[in-house]
Antibody, heavy 120, light 110 residues
Framework: QVQLQQLGPGLVKPSQTLSLTCAIS??????????WHWIRQSPSRGLEWLGR?????????DYAVSVKSRISINPDTSKNQFSLQLNSVTPEDTAVYYC??????????WGQGTLVTVSS | QSALTQPPSVSGSPGQSVTISCTGT?????????VSWYHQPPGTAPKLMIY???NRPSGVPDRFSGSKSGNTASLTISGLQAEDEADYYC??????????FGTGTKVTVL
């Protein structure tokens, strides 16, 4: 059974960096048949795909155009987890952030969600 | 990438059928079989109901079915039950190697 456990702060100051980690159990971050994604949800923006990391002979990343200049998603094979970093946050980045496992283009497993508030 | 368009709400009585549409473009739904649907009760993470347009994961009742025609995907719930009341979202892979979600539909069981 795959489980995703999210860790990270729920409050970030404007202009600082949002950092979240997603610990994986029941699968490997290095699996060559899945992708590891970050998605966020807010009342104003709904569900918004942020990006992914995945391994296919080498590590690859894809990011949403809306955050491409500010985002980094990285695997940590030693801890079997992956992380999200979003720089220069503003109040518009306030949302519930989810990590999720993608196979065949669909999200069968999700983390529990982390409400991140951007406020001073 | 603009969000896929869903009706804000649909409703039906127990036992009835409801269909939720999800309209995109030729750059997402129209050119991808990686269309999926999610059910999200309040305060919980989304749950996968349909993948690859019309496939049900193990454990999802066969009352849920998916289809696609052109740039529009649809989710039909047959034999509506009280437990089906929730928000529903569609999702599609895109030509830009990204994913896009729908605007969400609230299903109300009358």
């Amino acid at each position: 059974q795959v489980q995703l456990q999210q860790l990270g702060p729920g409050l970030v100051k404007p202009s600082q960096t949002l950092s979240l980690t997603c610990a994986i159990s029941g699968d490997s971050v290095s699996s060559d048949s899945v992708g590891w994604h970050w998605i966020r949800q807010s009342p104003s923006r709904g569900l918004e795909w942020l990006g992914r990391t995945y391994y296919r002979s080498k590590w690859n990343n894809d990011y949403a155009v809306s955050v491409k200049s500010r985002i980094s998603i990285n695997p940590d094979t030693s801890k079997n987890q992956f992380s999200l970093q979003l720089n220069s946050v503003t109040p518009e980045d306030t949302a519930v952030y989810y990590c999720a496992r993608n196979t065949n283009g669909a999200y069968g497993y999700w983390g529990q969600g982390t409400l991140v508030t951007v406020s001073s | 990438q603009s969000a896929l368009t869903q009706p804000p709400s649909v409703s039906g009585s127990p036992g009835q059928s409801v269909t939720i549409s999800c309209t995109g473009t030729s750059s997402d739904i129209g050119n991808s079989n990686r269309v999926s649907w999610y059910h999200q009760p309040p305060g919980t993470a989304p749950k996968l109901m349909i993948y690859e347009v019309s496939n049900r994961p193990s454990g999802v009742p066969d009352r849920f079915s998916g289809s696609k025609s052109g740039n529009t995907a649809s989710l039909t719930i047959s034999g509506l039950q009280a437990e089906d009341e929730a928000d529903y979202y569609c999702c599609s892979y895109t030509d830009s190697i990204t994913y896009v979600f729908g605007t969400g539909t609230k299903v109300t069981v009358l």
